[in-house]
């Protein structure tokens, strides 16, 4: 069986082969729910943000003007999905509470996350999502996902110079958590 590009994928489906859309899940369903599942910390919410974006993309195809990579366009749907579903989460928190303290406190969890992480791999991940929300994003969009700077900035909606800034500081906060846990003998 031949294998088929996305562009070829999408002209089938504006030709009115909706079953092929199939094909497009397939092949970014497994990613994207990763990049949701990172980004909501909850993996029913990850899973119903998926099905929208993909409802989005689906319904948006025929707009998809192919000037970009499809899975950048997609990333970015699912991206801002994504932002959209954080954002009514903390309005809800934010009505049922009179205060709430954002701070970030790195270090509470640590010795839970050394103890559960079966390798170092899944170790470096679970401290990634220790990272502020965007610079996660940046680190995850780039090494795992292997999308290139021009990719993340079109996702994100900044501009190349700052996201290769974004990237650098996530990078030095990732070592800096790897440091301050005397993991770098067998990280760096």
Do not use: C
Not at 174 to 179: I, K, V
């Amino acid at each position: 069986m031949k294998h088929l590009s996305d562009i070829e994928i999408i002209e089938s489906i504006n030709r009115g082969n909706a079953a092929d859309f199939a094909l497009i899940v397939d092949r970014y369903k497994d990613k994207a729910f990763s990049l949701l599942r990172r980004m909501l910390k909850n993996e029913m919410d990850a899973e119903e943000v998926l099905q929208d974006s993909f409802l989005k993309a689906y319904k948006s195809l025929k707009n998809f003007r192919q000037d970009a990579k499809f899975s950048t366009w997609f990333y970015k749907i699912v991206y801002n999905s994504a932002l959209t579903t954080i954002a009514s989460k903390k309005r809800k928190i934010e009505h049922a509470m009179t205060s709430i303290d954002d701070e970030f406190e790195i270090g509470k969890y640590d010795d839970e996350i050394y103890s559960t992480a079966e390798n170092a791999r899944q170790y470096v991940l679970k401290l990634v999502d220790k990272l502020p929300l965007k610079n996660a994003l940046v680190t995850i969009l780039f090494y795992v996902d292997g999308l290139s700077l021009n990719e993340i900035s079109q996702v994100m909606g900044t501009s190349l110079v700052n996201t290769k800034v974004l990237l650098h500081r996530s990078r030095n906060a990732l070592r800096d958590l790897l440091l301050k846990h005397n993991y770098q003998e067998e990280m760096l």
